[in-house]
């Protein structure tokens, strides 16, 4: 590694894993174009949604998989459980699909208690029970004291696709809106607060939540959804560059109408963060034509989870920029993807 | 635990993660049992098949999930790639399914080598090639150095299920043969050879390698098929143990009739260990009614890869000792359900 150490925390080349190569920013983008896709050359796959979809026998399968490594195992708001169920729902529901099944493989520390086994799979079936999926297979494994991290879960996830339901950033249009289901932040920001030790007046509760009934809701409203993603790794700006990048064209979003909450805002400018990188677990990003967006506003703004839905911003054509944002001071700035990531281990 | 620990290596009650609870013998089935299977309780995983059989919209569908942290990453014939990709296509193989789709989710250790990951995923390509399935979605994340282990791979799994095709042990009969399609134990003397720099006369290479054409060669002769499974964690002698006790009735087999090459033999003697609980991972065991194994044993020995399988018992009524080896001097032993596991990490 020695001619590309440049004493930086987020080195230009690597020739071994960093933890940026996890964070959802442009170096996590870069192992996954690079090395990864060449390797599993295949439509599905490329396609780059959140899930695969597949057609088996005349019935179209969508197709997920994400191990969570988040640490600790408990943050306000939520658990690792509960972060897996939601997780994998969360992917299925952004390719259109309805979730059905999912798998849960666990990598146990040797060690963990087997009371926080239990305790943190409980949650896993209460989670799957509020989705209304069923846990139907799973696997596990131990690996030695010093390891691993007292657990880790993987898990995949089978959705049924109803008909003429396409969503993906090729069917994103120049003039569409673009709006979110709720303030951002919140998960990062939840997750690093019991990390690091700190106390804030008001504690920031994780957004960890499924949100497929936000989508479904959304259809049922007769919304033409062009794509809809959930801002995970990297926040609302990696998944707007992220779009903008694969729909080829540029995405403009408005700083005051942003919805991002007190505490949040407050604690990641004690922190030196960018709420708009900070990763959500129950948060929607939906593009649709700007003509529907007021009955994708009231749609979203009606159901439990969807109460904070804002516009915040739309699609314009191909421009030199990716994503712009305008600022609350009318300046433009842009939006970049981010290099690595400002917290590891959120998921 | 102060009260449970008798100063053996294996605890009858722990209250942390073991490394038995991950050896596939008793202590992990218990657990299972005792935590994981009331936790999720429902009908497709109480079936306690490799794979959950679900309907989707009029096409049967296996699914199932595997997760790999073998140690170290390369062994003789083979590395956790291949390893990764086979085990789960051998898992849906023995559900009667026909494999199609993978997903694959990599948890990176800080450090590991960019080079030593591409090598593996190329070798998980080829593995996939191999065996007629597409890789079609992934996931990636990161953990810190000193929280992983190099690298452990999730695949799942999707395949389709021909009709007519019903395997399991609530399928299998007295009367019926018992199968395996090559010799045992190669996959975990050959980890365990390298893990501790054990240099034998002639190196035992593992038996890594898909099993699903075995299978189709059995239901393409016609072969009534009772049930499927393949030996790896545990090895042979957790599958019977598993099948017995499933089925509710007892199984009967002998020594002399079950392949263990001459390498593997001397490796487990100065080892201590039993080739009959040593994992395979490219080994069928196959139950079928006994007029059919003539014809089973042909088609196996007619494929590359089943050269060497043997019938090696039968199934017999319920009876007080569930499975029976009948030795080369004639008596009788007791093959009973593991309590740990001889070899961690051999998967």
Chains 1, 2 share one sequence.
Not at 70 to 80: A, K, M, N, S
Request: proline residues 6%; negative net charge; glycine residues 12%.
């Amino acid at each position: 590694m020695a001619e590309f150490n440049l004493q930086c925390p987020v080195p230009l080349r690597a020739e071994t894993v960093q933890m940026a190569h996890g964070g959802g920013g442009r170096i996590m983008r870069d192992l996954i174009e690079s090395l990864l896709l060449p390797a599993f050359a295949n439509p599905a796959l490329e396609a780059r949604h959140d899930a695969a979809l597949l057609d088996l026998g005349g019935t179209e399968l969508a197709f997920t998989t994400d191990s969570f490594v988040v640490t600790p195992l408990r943050f306000p708001g939520g658990d690792i459980g509960e972060l897996a169920v939601y997780g994998t729902v969360n992917d299925l529901a952004c390719c259109g699909a309805r979730p059905r099944y999912l798998s849960c493989a666990l990598i146990l520390e040797e060690g963990l208690a087997l009371a926080e086994l239990e305790a943190l799979v409980g949650s896993m079936r209460r989670a799957a029970g509020r989705c209304g999926v069923v846990i139907v297979t799973g696997d596990t494994k131990v690996v030695d004291r010093g390891r691993g991290d007292g657990l880790y879960i993987n898990t995949a996830g089978i959705g049924l696709v109803p008909d003429r339901r396409r969503v993906g950033p090729e069917r994103v249009r120049a003039g569409d809106a673009i709006l979110v289901s709720g303030d951002l932040g919140r998960h990062g920001v939840a997750v690093l607060s019991v990390r690091e030790g700190l106390a804030f007046e008001s504690p920031v509760v994780s957004d960890c939540a499924p949100v497929h009934l936000l989508a479904e809701g959304l259809w049922d409203a007769g919304i033409d959804l062009h794509c809809l993603r959930d801002p995970t790794r990297g926040g609302l700006g990696a998944v707007l560059n992220e779009i903008a990048l694969d729909s080829g064209l540029a995405l403009e979003v408005r700083e005051q109408d942003i919805p991002v909450a007190a505490g949040v805002a407050a604690a990641c400018e004690l922190l030196g963060l960018d709420p708009l990188y900070v990763a959500c677990e129950g948060r929607l990003v939906a593009w649709m034509p700007e003509a529907q967006a007021g009955a994708a506003l009231a749609a979203l703004r009606a159901l439990p989870g969807g109460e904070g839905a804002a516009v915040i911003g739309r699609v314009l054509p191909a421009g030199p920029v990716p994503v712009v944002l305008r600022t609350v001071l009318g300046t433009e700035r842009v939006l970049d993807l981010p290099t690595g990531e400002q917290l590891p281990r959120i998921c």
